[in-house]
């Protein structure tokens, strides 16, 4: 388990504390205006707290005991956590808007009503744990995408693999490719081969190598005899 998990287990234990935190103030604002009406921020607050507590804890533990699940993987977790820090931080809007609408000056009121001033103090606790568990969610998944960026260009596949198991920043070491040595001259001769030099035909007009004249071809016609001519008569002498 490499240091960035560990931190993201630290990181998503304090959301779970924190959205059962909001879940009860939240549900204790419920419990004071309903049936006669209920604060957006309250439903939302509950909403969202119920969401996280859900889910969270299912993503950690299915983390752990499996490999290849789909809400492991880095593209579901940066997805899923970006809308729960959407719906934290829409919860502590409304509890803002409730809070200036209500107590335009604070919490002054603690002389005059102490009940509206533990009220303003509750609503203030609300909007403090749904900016908390936003900045935790936006800080880490901020984090994680460019962890992810960086892996995805040094050839690694983090989109679809666990946070334990990603590689962010080791280069992707790829397989060495083997090449096929030259064949080299062993000096032996080929097979079938019996020691005999081959006889080439004998080219016409060549010479011979024994006689050094030009050797005759078959083809040629035979010398004819000439008669020499010596100018005196020839003939048997009487």
Avoid at 59 to 67: E, K
Avoid at 126 to 154: D, H, P, W
């Amino acid at each position: 388990m490499n240091l960035f998990s560990v931190f993201r287990i630290s990181l998503f234990s304090l959301t779970i504390a924190f959205s059962l935190i909001g879940l009860g103030l939240n549900a204790y604002f419920i419990s004071l205006t309903v049936p006669y009406f209920y604060f957006i921020f309250s439903a939302l607050g509950v909403a969202t707290a119920v969401l996280t507590i859900l889910t969270v804890p299912i993503m950690l533990i299915v983390d752990s005991v499996r490999r290849g699940a789909f809400t492991s993987m880095i593209v579901f977790e940066l997805s899923w956590l970006f809308i729960l820090a959407i719906l934290w931080v829409a919860t502590a809007g409304e509890a803002i808007y409730t809070f200036n609408y209500y107590y335009p000056q604070g919490c002054i009121y603690g002389s005059i009503d102490p009940t509206a001033n533990t009220y303003c103090m509750e609503l203030q606790a609300v909007e403090a744990f749904a900016f908390l568990n936003f900045l935790i969610f936006l800080g880490y998944t901020s984090v994680l995408l460019v962890f992810s960026i960086i892996g995805s260009s040094r050839g690694n596949s983090v989109w679809t693999s666990s946070v334990k198991d990603a590689t962010f920043f080791a280069q992707k070491s790829w397989p060495a490719q083997q090449q096929t040595p030259l064949n080299q001259y062993s000096g032996a001769p080929p097979t079938g081969y019996t020691g005999t030099p081959v006889s080439h035909p004998q080219q016409l007009g060549t010479y011979s190598t024994h006689s050094g004249t030009p050797a005759q071809s078959p083809h040629m016609q035979p010398q004819q005899f000439q008669p020499v001519y010596s100018g005196q008569p020839q003939g048997i002498s009487v």
